[in-house]
């Protein structure tokens, strides 16, 4: 019993064997060999450039270094006279950086990115400490594609918060009253009459009533009609 027990994993395990003997392997030989890391992949921080001027895409605003948990960016971007901030240093340190890639995710400029690039290893602390230069030189050849710039007339008008009217009450105490605070005198609409018109003339009983106009009636009269 156990004999063939022992004959039937030897036969499973020559199976297993013989459905990976006609693919290619999967083992590469490195360092001859390498990797191409995926587009996303998080491998090391670097600056990007314009690839027409070579400059950088920075514009110093910090938001990278605000995002980083592990305070790895440093950024020297001061404001000139008219407010406006000019690079000065940037400074990453990858000894202390965690790959989350949060500062790339901060940054609205397509100045910063995770590049799929490794084998930075040293001996020395100090050479994890990259500069400006360096960021910008390693970052030089990371494909990335820029933002479409938005135009001005692509922007939407920004609506603008509607005022409180003010209550009923309040308004008519506003138009009744004058500047100085005292309520203004509400001109009356019933006009005396003319003292050259003499006495009102009394209203006589056996008058006929008055007649509407047609276009006065309401809905309900005209029913009534036959
Ligand atoms: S990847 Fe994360 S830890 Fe590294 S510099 Fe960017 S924000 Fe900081
Ligand atoms: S890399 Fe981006 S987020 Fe960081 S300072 Fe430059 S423009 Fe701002």
Redesign the pocket.
Known sequence: MKLLKDIKALVVGLGITGKHLGRHAITIQYPEEKWTMPERSRGIVV?LSDKETGKL?????????KACPTAAIR?E?PRDEKKKRH?KS?VVDNALCCFCGL?EE????D??KMAGKYEFSTENKDDLIWDMKKLQEVGLDVPYTPRPKKKPADKKPVAKPATPKPPEAEKDQTESSSDDGKPKEIPSTEQEPPESAGPMPAADENAAPPVEPEDKKTPDDKEGQP
């Open positions: 600056l895409n920075c514009t110093g605003c910090l938001l990278c270094e950024i971007a690079l940037f500062c901060a940054c609205n400029f100045a910063l």
